[in-house]
């Protein structure tokens, strides 16, 4: 449960996951205590949803404007200076600087009570392999190398 504890505050500081977002999660730990573990040996997906969209943008502030300006959205988070997540409280869009402009560079899916042991074990079964290294987060690439992540919802 420790190890839970760590991933989960680990993921509230680098903006990944909302204040809410934490003490529901922390919330579930302790009423399900030693047992919340034991619903994790499994993922369900019946309940994915897209959690975000990740691209290169040429020109950080630009791509702020335009998507604060057109869509209402708002700074729900920065990782670092070339990270900003926007959204509507949630995040929608990450944007980071990246080249090429115009690529996407992930999609995430959300999952409740994700796991990345019970992900690791998922997805090796049915013929991925997880990426380690330079991707924040639960990756692996889909038949045409475009890295999908699997998350928290």
Do not use: C, W
């Not at 990944?16 to 369900?44: C, I, P, W």
Request: aromatic content about 6%.
């Amino acid at each position: 449960m420790e190890t839970i504890i760590s991933k989960l505050l680990s993921r509230y500081e680098k903006g990944s996951l909302s204040r809410r977002e934490l003490v529901s999660g922390l919330a579930m730990l302790a009423a399900g205590g030693t047992g919340a573990s034991a619903a994790q040996n499994e993922l369900d997906f019946k309940d994915a949803n897209i959690d975000h969209i990740s691209i290169h943008v040429a020109d950080l502030q630009r791509s702020i404007d335009f998507y604060q300006k057109m869509f209402g959205f708002s700074v729900v988070s920065r990782a670092d200076p070339e990270i900003v997540r926007l959204g509507n409280g949630k995040t929608l869009v990450s944007i980071n600087r990246g080249s090429p402009a115009r690529t996407i560079d992930h999609f995430s899916i959300g999952i409740p009570r994700f796991n990345a042991d019970a992900a690791s074990r998922h997805v090796t079964q049915r013929g991925a392999m997880p990426l380690r290294g330079d991707y924040a987060g639960f990756h692996i690439k889909d038949p045409d190398g475009i890295n999908v992540q699997i998350s928290q919802t």
